[in-house]
């Protein structure tokens, strides 16, 4: 199985600043046939269910507001939240769909 | 509008058995695979189980084969989970998700959710 680690477990940001989330597989999600990355990001607020923000690494959602936005090929990547607000406060995951089963990473819990 | 609403959780037993629906409105359930994910606070979110869109291609995650089975009934818009022989550590949030399109999406992120249906596993 892939294994996904994100990095931190747990971030606190104040409102306006810059918010950083890694996360790791244990295999690239690289498919060198059509040079995407099988990687997604995932915003889970209290409550709710997660909903998708980025996905083919870097391909931001419809609707999902341009400060977010990831990075990464391979085995690393980030996703950046460029100027933090408070709606965004939640828990962040990252996922790999390159093969099965699909597995996400722990969580990340961003605070303010 | 697209919407997913899960329904059939509840308490059961160890050894027990449950049927979980899925029922999808503003989108054909037949153009999508389509997914079972779970949720606990122990072991976060674990994705177990996939469904082509005319059932040709079915997934399971090792935890769960032979016991579990994912089915869908595209006349009636609902994808079903049975959960048989149901351990404690089956207890969590089972979620449905819609994937990517039934012809080369087998590989895709989970794009719509469900609400969840709680799903306890206690004597």
């Known amino acids: 199985d892939i294994v996904m680690t994100q990095s931190p477990d747990s971030l606190a940001v104040s409102l306006g600043e810059r918010a950083t989330i890694n996360c790791k597989s244990s295999r690239s999600l690289l498919y060198s046939a059509n040079n995407n990355n099988y990687l997604a990001w995932y915003q889970q607020k209290p409550g709710q269910p997660p909903k998708v923000l980025i996905y083919?690494?870097?391909t931001r959602e419809s609707g999902v507001p341009d400060r977010f936005s990831g990075s990464g090929s391979g085995t690393d990547f980030t996703l950046t939240i460029s100027s933090l607000q408070a709606e965004d406060v939640g828990v962040y995951y990252c996922?790999?769909?390159?093969?099965?089963?699909?597995?996400f990473g722990q969580g990340t819990k961003l605070e303010i | 509008q697209v919407q997913l609403v899960e329904s059939g959780g509840g308490l059961v037993k160890p050894g027990g058995s449950l049927r979980l629906s899925c029922e999808a409105s503003g989108f054909t359930l037949r153009d999508y695979y389509m997914h079972w994910i779970r949720q606990t606070p122990g072991k976060g979110l674990e994705w177990i189980s996939s469904i082509d869109g005319l059932a040709r291609g079915i997934d399971y995650v090792g935890s769960v084969k032979g016991r579990f089975t994912i089915s869908r009934d595209n006349a009636k818009n609902t994808l079903y989970l049975d959960m048989n022989s149901l351990r404690d550590e089956d207890t969590a949030v089972y979620y449905c998700a819609s994937g990517g399109p039934d012809v080369g999406g087998a590989y895709w992120p989970f794009q719509q959710w469900g609400r969840g249906t709680l799903v306890t596993v206690s004597s």
């Open positions: 996922q790999q769909y390159y093969g099965g089963p699909f597995t």
């Open positions: 083919w690494a870097s």
